[in-house]
């Protein structure tokens, strides 16, 4: 009965309850008794806290309690490095910062009661630009960084200058410009936090790792790990930015605080977008300055690059974006000689973390806007010029290592080549008559990412399995902890456990959501849950079978999957094994520009992307599907405006994300299926990946209508405008 399951388009098993409205997101929970929280954010960018006066907010009819760093036992948590506080209390870094906690009998009354605590501050001078903030003698934000680089990595692999230095190569060289982006879930922040009927402190709320939200929870509140206990409901989304705690440490403090004052009761808080927005991480803003070199018969032979990434005020998951970054900016091609330096710096800005893609994405804009640039220099079919120089098993990487096997950047390349109608005479016209006015282009653009936890880390997913019935299986659990945020993940560990174990999908349960009952499997980050998750669950679900046929009844396994060990990068060379495989993909974009208004419509988009084995094809779909909304809208509409330190971008007025009326006429979804030799069944993860490559596709293809190179984004339809009356101004020599 094995190969029943894998490969289906089957029903997910929250579908129903989530298009019926049955399933209860964290905005949904309520419980008995519970009481409400409303945090009060810093104001100010940068500035030492002189006083925090509660007086007046106490006075509020309905509040219980008001939290201040006074009340946290141990004030700092973080991802990687804890150097962010609770609430802070001495000073503040970013609007960020969250100074109290207000514990009322009603949400109006701890709002109200949030107002009117009076903090006086003394202003600091405020650091918005990472390119200021690496300068000698600005003021410091963290005594730990002497210099406000939080991280620096490089990479030396031949010798670039020598290239360079030769006058029979071509040379591009650009800066370029990534921004920040919002994440925009369906639901913002919410969760409750409670005592539990064993005393410890729980928190239901929502995230991407519910272990290491029990990891910090315990640290900051001086607990052992066994008293604490976080539950995670369905997520409306979260594309990383559930990935950093953002209310869950909240809502453990109030009720361990609560506790602590004879006050068992529970503690809800609900953001509203506003909040959201101002209070979770964003995408890292990148400058960017690229230097290429090829030969004339287009070998691509070197590549320069400087990254300066700002972070804002806090480390999350700041390092290991910029190792991503770093380690792709040469894109998936392979070049002799290398030379990339990245930064981390902080500033006083929103603090900036996981967003899909993951350093990937910023550096892969660059690769790939280098070589549109280069191919466009060189008058070679970009197409081409991609195949001739496009990484092969084998090939060594700018890391020194030899990249894992079943490399497949070319099928994905030609697959959407084929599928576009690009042929060896040159790129597709578009279909169809022009209006007046109109302007048309194609443009493409390939890349890859880290699939699994990279640089050294430990990386690590354990699952148990349960099968109960007499002279059959009649039924198998399976519990792992993986967050289930939209991907439909939970659809896809059962059908490898039915798979594995020879029974219907219908048989199979997968639990995941209490940390105190399944066994961790890390985040649901680097495109890693099938991987990880599906090679702990098949392992697993072997050696329960086994049991099983020896005659164990009921029987149980549990197994911890390890993957191939990575290494860090050298700190003076970059040498490193930097990580475990790759997922890769390919995408065509046409455009139409209204020359006469400045608006670009995409028209069509062949995604080409290779997922090893595509579990459930529909997921897929919706996973290419979705990354190019998201990616349409960081390259087209979202301008998420931080100015002086303060968010100007404040709702979904004024911050602009694509609607249905914004997508593509057309989207492709072309799924490749080359096995990976690591990965369950051959799975490789593709949840990152369509969203790495369509922004330089974009840009390729108006550049393909009008002529014109943009280097940092979002192209906007005033900024395409702008452009088109410069160049005819240049033109008539006005």
């Known amino acids: 009965m094995k190969g029943q399951a894998i490969g289906q388009r089957l029903l997910r098993p929250d579908a129903v309850d989530k298009v019926t409205g049955r399933a209860r997101f964290p905005g949904d929970l309520v419980m008995e008794g519970m009481l409400f929280a409303s945090v009060l954010f810093s104001d100010r960018a940068h500035a030492r806290i002189v006083s925090i006066d509660t007086s007046e907010a106490g006075q509020v009819p309905g509040v219980v309690a008001i939290l201040t760093h006074e009340d946290v036992p141990v004030n700092e948590y973080g991802l990687i490095y804890k150097d962010q506080p609770a609430l802070s209390g001495v000073s503040v870094r970013s609007i960020f910062d969250r100074v109290a906690l207000v514990i009322a009998e009603t949400q109006r009354s701890a709002q109200r009661a949030r107002d009117l605590i009076r903090v006086e501050y003394e202003d600091l001078p405020a650091l918005t630009d990472p390119r200021e903030a690496m300068k000698p003698g600005v003021p410091v934000l963290h005594d730990t960084w002497p210099d406000n680089v939080q991280s620096h990595q490089r990479i030396r692999f031949g010798d670039v200058e020598s290239v360079f230095a030769r006058d029979d190569v071509v040379v591009v060289e650009s800066d370029y410009f990534t921004p920040h982006q919002e994440h925009a879930y369906l639901q913002p922040e919410a969760g409750i936090g409670f005592i539990d ?64 004052r004879g006050i068992r009761r529970p503690v809800r808080i609900l953001w509203d977008r506003k909040e959201s927005i101002r209070g979770h991480h964003k995408r890292h803003p990148y400058y960017m300055h690229f230097r290429n070199a090829a030969s004339r018969d287009g070998k691509l032979l070197a590549v320069e690059a400087t990254l300066i990434a700002d972070i804002g005020a806090y480390s999350s998951s700041s390092s290991a974006v910029l190792n991503n970054a770093v380690s792709m900016a040469t894109g998936p091609y392979q070049v002799p000689n290398v030379k990339v330096d990245g930064y981390n710096v902080f500033t006083n800005n929103i603090v900036c973390g996981a967003f899909r893609g993951f350093g990937a994405l910023q550096a892969t804009f660059a690769a790939e806007m280098q070589m549109a640039r280069l191919a466009d220099a060189l008058g070679m079919d970009p197409m081409v010029f991609r195949l001739k120089n496009a990484l092969r098993d084998g090939s060594v990487l700018a890391t020194q290592s030899v990249i894992p096997p079943a490399v497949s950047i070319r099928e994905t390349m030609m697959h959407a080549a084929e599928a576009a109608g690009w042929t060896d005479q040159g790129k597709p016209e578009p279909e169809g008559d022009a209006l007046e006015h109109t302007l048309r282009g194609i443009g493409v653009a390939s890349g890859y990412k880290n699939v699994c936890y990279s640089f050294g880390f430990p990386d690590k997913a354990t699952a148990l399995c349960e099968l109960a019935g007499e002279q059959a299986i009649e039924r198998a659990v399976v519990k792992i902890g993986i967050s289930e945020v939209g991907q439909g993940t939970l659809g896809v560990i059962g059908q490898l456990a039915a798979d594995t174990l020879g029974i219907p999908y219908e048989q199979v349960t997968v639990e995941n959501a209490d940390s105190s009952e399944v066994p961790e499997a890390g985040s649901c980050s680097a495109s890693r849950t099938s991987f990880m998750a599906g090679n702990a669950v098949k392992i697993t679900c072997e050696a329960a079978l086994e049991a099983w046929q020896a005659g164990e009844r009921p029987a149980v396994a549990q197994r911890t999957f390890r993957p191939r060990p990575t290494s860090m990068f050298d700190p003076e060379t970059g040498v490193c094994d930097p990580h475990v495989t790759y997922g890769y993909g390919t995408q065509i974009a046409e455009v139409e520009v209204n020359a006469e208004t400045g608006e670009i419509r995409l028209k069509k988009v062949w995604a080409a992307h290779d997922v090893g084995k595509a579990i459930n094809p529909m997921h897929v779909e919706g996973q290419i599907q979705g990354a190019i909304s998201q990616a349409q809208g960081w390259t087209l509409l979202e301008d998420f405006i931080v100015q002086d330190g303060q968010i100007r971008t404040q709702s979904f007025a004024d911050y602009l ?25 051959g799975v490789r993860g593709v949840g990152e990946m369509p969203m790495l490559v369509l922004a330089p596709a974009i840009l390729d293809a108006i550049h393909d209508a009008t002529g014109i190179w943009f280097d940092r984004l979002p192209v906007k339809a005033e900024d395409l405008l702008l452009a088109l009356h410069a160049r005819a101004e240049t033109q008539t020599g006005a």
């Not at 994300?657 to 069944?681: K, N, R, W």
């Open 197 to 260: 009927e064993q005393g410890r402190v729980a928190v239901h709320s929502t995230g991407q790792w519910s272990h290491d939200d029990q990891h910090q929870i315990a640290h900051m509140l001086d607990l052992p790990l066994d008293q604490v206990r976080v539950i995670y409901a369905p997520a409306g989304g979260a594309f990383g930015g559930r990935e950093d705690m953002s209310v869950q440490h909240l809502l453990a403090l109030a009720a361990f605080e609560l506790d602590r």
């Open 657 to 681: 994300i694509p609607t249905v009326y914004d997508m593509p006429d057309e989207i492709h979804p072309l799924i490749l299926e080359v096995a990976d030799p690591q990965g369950p069944y």
